[in-house]
């Protein structure tokens, strides 16, 4: 559960260590792939650490590994033909095979993105999307401009090369797991059609009109990581302008918006409620490490309670590992409680939730540890705020800094 299978040769160009020279069989063999735990496979890859981090390197590390292996493997359980063959028997293979849970972005300017899909006991797929708003300014026959839109997105959809439509919603992640709940789909922009008449733009002239200013906005990006949200559409500005820079008119048309997180409730499972509270419930601890695990019934924790990492640069990809102790106080026993862990950029825009699922354990005691593993990709430097939510309740809270180099 806390391992990865990375690539000592990136899988696609312009990939940490890309060799042009690797065909794709030999891209795909074993002896490019490299057993890491989850910690060590994210950082091999961060961008100004990959010259640490050589093939050469990692074949190293595989070699090592592997001898490792060969030393210690003969320890463990003997595989009979029996067992090789019920394993066979319950395989599911699938060949030539392709499934997609995330929901399609988007067909048409400003159209909604399709929600995600889930697969799972009690799962379910998320919404899609609504669609963008159209605007129709000093237009004589509004129904021809529209249809004049709708045919630039079919052209647009058959052109491949052109990829995403502009302004259209971004689709919804999907989903694996019991309780499972697709992403929502992203809202399309909204498309604005102004046509300037004579007597307005000689209005326009008279106050010192001489250019047009285009404000084209950044593209949504689309998430990565479980619970992390989708990136907004920018807004696109069209601003007609005097030689001293005065704007006289502004035209603008909102970007369309990410895909959301679903953050709902598992089945079989509720929130906080005062009663809770009043009864003991608390979130006694948080902490971030670099890595926990289980064992035993022990829990090891690596590189605990840091507060700031250093990066090379931005926007970044990020790994953080988050342990939590909940104190079940006098709540009922059997009860299964949902709670969600978000993160919150410099400025307050939340950037990921995730739900965890708490519930006192056979034994009876009454507390409990568990941990979440929060993976997004952040895009400012500052405090990123960390809450521990459930109901009206913020139950437990910290924050980490990203650094960059000092200047």
Known sequence: MNSNVSHICARSENGPRWDESQSEARNRHFDNLLLLCLEHAWEIDQPGRTHLFTPEVLRKWKAEQLADFDAFGRQGWALTDDMAETALQTSISLTAAAISLGGEGGRAPGAGGGGGGAIGANARGGDGGPGGKVTVEGVSNPTEAILALLDLGRTMLNDKKNGPIPGAGGGGAGAIGENAAGGKGGGGGDSVIAHISEEEMAALRSEGFERIECIVPEGGQAAKYPGEHSEDGGEAVVNFVTADGRVLRTIR???????????????????????????????????????????DGVCSVLGGGFTFTSVETLPVDLSWCLLLKVDFGASVGDTSFAIFVSVDDPYGKEELRLPVIVKRDDSGEPASLCYVMLRFNAQKPGPHAIRVLSGPFVLARTSIEVRLPST
């Open 253 to 295: 048309a909102a970007g369309g918006k990410g895909a959301q997180s679903a953050c709902v409730i598992p089945a079989g499972s509720r929130q906080i409620t005062p009663s809770d509270i009043s009864e003991g419930f608390q979130v006694s601890a948080i902490l971030p490490a670099d890595v926990v695990y289980f064992r």
